[in-house]
C-alpha cells in the first residue's frame, strides 16, 4: 500500500530526521531565492559568490577561490570563463607559479558591484521571519569550519 509506514522502520531514521536534508532543502530554496535578483545581474549563483569573493579581493588566484568556494577545478574553469566572457574578470598566468591563474576584477566587474549590494537588503527582509539569525549563521559557521578542516586534513 503506497504511504503506510513500515512497523520496523525506526522513527528516527525518517527524512524530517536527516539533517542532511534539512540543509539540503534549505540550500536550493535560499539559491532559488536568488534567482530574481541574480537575473537582473546576468548571473549563476556561482558566478555571484565568486564574484563576492573578487568584489572583496578585487584579485585572487584560483587556488584560493577554489578552497574560499568549496569548488573543484572542473567547476570553477567555466565560471571564471563566462565571468571572462562577460567582460567582469581578466585571467593570466601567476608569475609565481604557471600552474595557477591571477583573477582581477575589470572596470565592468568593479561596478557590478554597487548594484550586487543592493540585494541583500532585498534578502533580509525576505526573511525577516528568522528571529534568531546571528545564531544561525554562527552554528552554520561552525559547519562551515568543520568541512574546511575535513578538506585540509584530506591533503
Not at 601567476?94 to 557590478?112: C, I, Q
Request: glycine share 4%.
Amino acid at each position: 500500500m503506497v504511504g503506510k509506514k513500515d512497523d520496523n522502520w525506526s522513527s528516527s531514521f525518517t527524512l524530517d530526521n536527516h539533517l542532511c536534508f534539512s540543509l539540503y532543502v534549505c540550500s536550493r530554496e535560499f539559491i532559488n531565492s536568488y534567482d530574481p535578483f541574480l537575473s537582473k545581474l546576468n548571473l549563476t549563483y556561482t558566478q555571484y559568490v565568486t564574484m563576492t569573493v573578487l568584489w572583496e579581493e578585487h584579485q585572487a588566484l584560483t587556488k584560493h577561490l577554489k578552497e574560499r568556494l568549496f569548488l573543484d577545478s572542473g567547476t570553477l574553469t567555466p565560471v571564471l570563463k563566462k565571468l571572462e566572457e562577460k567582460g567582469l574578470v581578466t585571467k593570466e598566468r601567476s608569475k609565481n607559479d604557471a600552474r595557477d591563474v591571477v583573477v582581477t576584477l575589470t572596470e565592468t566587474g568593479k561596478a557590478m558591484q554597487k548594484e550586487a549590494q543592493e540585494f541583500p537588503e532585498g534578502m533580509r527582509q525576505l526573511f525577516s521571519e528568522i528571529k534568531q539569525k546571528e545564531e544561525l549563521n554562527q552554528l552554520l559557521q561552525q559547519m562551515v569550519t568543520v568541512f574546511q578542516n575535513r578538506r585540509k586534513s584530506k591533503v
